[in-house]
Nanobody
Framework: QLVESGGGVVRPGDSLRLSCAIS????????TGWFRQAPGKERELVGAITSSGRTEYGNSVMGRATVPEDNTNHASLLQIDNLKPENSATYFCAHGRQKTLVRPAAAYDFWGQGTQVTVSS
C-alpha cells in the first residue's frame, strides 16, 4: 500500500516536499516512481529511484526535482523546487517490482491514491 502526503496550495517559486509511506514487502529489485497528472493530460514521470540508487527525472522538472534515497524501503520523498502554475496536478507515488524500466507508468505495479498540488498566486 502506498499513501502520499504533503500536497496543498503553494505559490509560484515555492518548494514542496511530498512523502509516500510504503507498507508491505519490497522485492530485492524495485523502483519507486513519482508521477503527476493534470486534468485532460497524460500521467507523466516526475522522478524515480531504483533499489540500486539510480535516479531518473522527467524532462519538465530536470534540475528542479529530487528523489532522495531511502534505505528503509518504507518511504519515499519527492522535493520539487521553483514550482510553476503548470506544475499543478495530482501527484502519485508508485512501486514497481523491477528496476530496469522506470520512466513509463506501465512499469509500476502499485499506486497510491495521489495528493493534489496547486500552484497559484
Amino acid at each position: 500500500q502506498l499513501v502520499e502526503s504533503g500536497g496543498g496550495v503553494v505559490r509560484p517559486g515555492d518548494s514542496l516536499r511530498l512523502s509516500c509511506a510504503i507498507s508491505g514487502g519490497a522485492s530485492m529489485n524495485h523502483a519507486t516512481g513519482w508521477f503527476r497528472q493534470a486534468p485532460g493530460k497524460e500521467r507523466e514521470l516526475v522522478g524515480a529511484i531504483t533499489s540500486s540508487g539510480r535516479t531518473e527525472y522527467g524532462n519538465s522538472v530536470m534540475g528542479r526535482a529530487t528523489v532522495p534515497e531511502d534505505n528503509t524501503n518504507h518511504a519515499s520523498l519527492l522535493q520539487i523546487d521553483n514550482l510553476k502554475p503548470e506544475n499543478s496536478a495530482t501527484y502519485f507515488c508508485a512501486h514497481g517490482r523491477q528496476k530496469t524500466l522506470v520512466r513509463p507508468a506501465a512499469a509500476y505495479d502499485f499506486w497510491g491514491q495521489g495528493t493534489q498540488v496547486t500552484v497559484s498566486s
